[in-house]
């Protein structure tokens, strides 16, 4: 990895972790933006085991100052099993370098994709460890459409993040192309 992308990743560590414990509209943050980006380019770039890395230390040091929940293995689950499901979709549509750079309508797509799944896994472990549902059908059900309004503020955040962080990656690239096209002129 390059000095840059380290960069990269750095800031985007202090960004999670940024919007995890500021006041902010409930789900409204990057954390599916940032999974999209570790399964797409941080596993490329070094492993995906050092991709799953990235949403976990965001998780925990922030979960140790705002506190531990019953739902941390759904919760946790859900971002590894997002960078998983971003590196086998990284993996089966974009096959050439090209089609990489142009990935932000790909990492949208997934992040949507991602969205979904994070929504289905969460809200089962706040139906199954909380209190507020009952354990069955109805209180599952209950769940899921009381938690619609977050579930859209999710996918708000991830397209404007996704977009974000992606565009960023993208002229960083450009930008190293250029020196590098530069450089070899000289």
């Not at 960078?83 to 549509?93: Q, R």
């Not at 209180?139 to 996918?155: D, H, M, Q, R, T």
Request: some cysteine.
């Amino acid at each position: 990895m390059k000095k840059i992308e380290l960069l990269l990743v750095v800031f985007l560590i202090f960004l999670g972790i940024y919007y995890r414990l500021i006041p902010h509209s409930p789900n409204f943050s990057p954390l599916i933006a940032i999974t999209v980006f570790s399964g797409f380019i941080l596993s490329r770039k070094t492993n995906l085991l050092v991709s799953l890395f990235l949403p976990l230390a965001i998780l925990f040091s922030t979960d140790l100052i705002i506190g531990l929940h019953k739902t941390i293995p759904f919760v946790y689950g859900g971002f590894l099993l997002s960078v998983i499901l971003s590196f086998a979709y990284s993996h089966t549509f974009l096959k050439n370098k090209l089609e990489f750079k142009g990935s932000i309508i790909h990492s949208n797509i997934s992040g949507f994709i991602n969205n979904v799944v994070f929504y289905v896994i969460s809200n089962f472990g706040v139906c199954l460890m909380g209190s507020l549902y009952s354990k069955d059908l109805n209180g599952l059900l209950e769940c899921y459409v009381a938690a619609i309004p977050f579930f859209k503020n999710s996918v708000l955040a991830t397209i404007l993040f996704t977009t974000i962080i992606f565009g960023i990656y993208n002229l960083i690239v450009q930008w190293q192309d250029k020196k590098y096209r530069d450089y070899e002129k000289v």
